[in-house]
């Protein structure tokens, strides 16, 4: 046989012994998965996730909005001349709207 079928030979071997190894692997998982507290736990994960994440997106949101609104307050704090307004016009603006952010929050 010359080296090249030999060497060629080789790397079939190893990429099907890989392959073997790989689905010996994936049928352990599923073995695990088929163990009916575990898949009755991986379930339970799955549609905690599925109703937890709108919620966490939703935290998220009312968050930013609340750090939005005190942002906004700041911002008039020191731009109330570029909106018409007089000192204390912009004092109760501002005071509105950090009253709006511990209300979202």
């Known amino acids: 046989m010359s080296p090249l079928v030999s060497l060629l030979q ?6 099907h012994a890989d392959n073997q190894r790989k689905h010996e692997e994936k049928m352990q998982e599923l073995q695990l998965i088929a163990n009916s507290e575990l898949r009755d736990k991986y379930v339970e994960q799955l549609v905690l996730d599925k109703f937890l994440t709108p919620i966490e997106d ?23 001349r570029d909106h018409n ?17 511990i209300k979202i929050s």
């Open 58 to 80: 939703a935290q998220h949101k009312i968050q930013d909005t609340a750090k939005h609104a005190q942002y906004m307050a700041e911002s008039v704090n020191y731009y109330y």
């Open 10 to 15: 080789n790397i079939i071997q190893e990429a």
């Open 85 to 101: 307004l007089n000192k204390e016009q912009a004092q109760e603006v501002c005071q509105q709207f950090r009253v709006l952010a």
